[in-house]
């Protein structure tokens, strides 16, 4: 496609129940980047797939958080038993080898 | 090791000149720029790699100091739709195989008429 694309946009969940974010990285690119960014704060880093090599997983914050990249393409990021400090917007990059980030519109997501 | 910007704020009139600066305590090969606007995804600005390179885009530049692991960001003759957050997002080590960044806290820019 043209752009990032990250579905779904908002999402609201209970405290406890798991979710998965979906991001469909613009066709080509090699790298994909899931970024999480709290309300007024700056982009912290999650996790990173750069074609077959293995992910780098080192900014995962629990072992609640997990990442696949199927295909080399589509990307799942799952957090289970959500609490209300994963409450944030995730968003999803990604880029050709030594390019710039194009950042996908991110998800809202609120833990209530 | 997330680089430091400085400074946290700034506001401007139409017109005038502004530079903000990420320092990194770690080795750099590369420094890339992104500006977002409240409510929108982060667009991509520019990346400099390891070499002292200078890049400008209109009237937005930056230069890259390696040695002293420092970046700044010129924004000359601002414009309303300069207003924004910039994020500078840093990419650690000698050989620059990774492709991934870690970014700064933000700059909040605001240009007023």
């Known amino acids: 496609g043209a752009g990032v694309s990250q579905s779904p946009s908002n999402k609201v969940t209970e405290k406890g129940k798991d979710v998965e974010l979906r991001c469909d990285p613009i066709s080509g690119h090699t790298a994909l980047y899931w970024y999480r960014q709290s309300l007024g704060q700056g982009l912290e880093f999650l996790i990173y797939f750069q074609g077959n090599s293995a992910p780098d997983k080192s900014g995962l914050p629990s072992d609640r958080f997990s990442a696949e990249r199927t295909g080399g393409s589509v990307s799942t990021l799952t957090i289970q038993r959500t609490q209300q400090e994963d409450s944030a917007v995730y968003l999803c990059a990604s880029s050709s080898y030594f390019g710039g980030y194009t950042f996908g519109s991110g998800t809202r997501l609120t833990v209530v | 090791q997330q680089p430091v910007q400085s400074p946290q704020a700034v506001i401007l009139r139409e017109g005038e000149d502004a530079v903000i600066n990420c320092s990194s305590s770690?080795?750099?090969?590369?420094v890339h720029w992104y500006r977002q606007k409240h409510g929108e995804a982060p667009v991509f600005l520019m990346i400099?790699?390891?070499?002292?390179e200078q890049k400008g885009h209109d009237k937005i530049s930056a230069s890259f100091n390696e040695k002293k692991q420092q970046s700044s960001l010129y924004l000359t003759a601002s414009q309303l739709s300069y207003s924004g957050t910039y994020f500078c997002g840093t990419e650690e080590g000698k050989t620059g195989n990774t492709g991934k960044l870690i970014f700064g806290q933000g700059t909040t820019l605001q240009v007023k008429p």
């Open positions: 770690k080795a750099l090969y590369s």
């Open positions: 400099l790699l390891k070499g002292g």
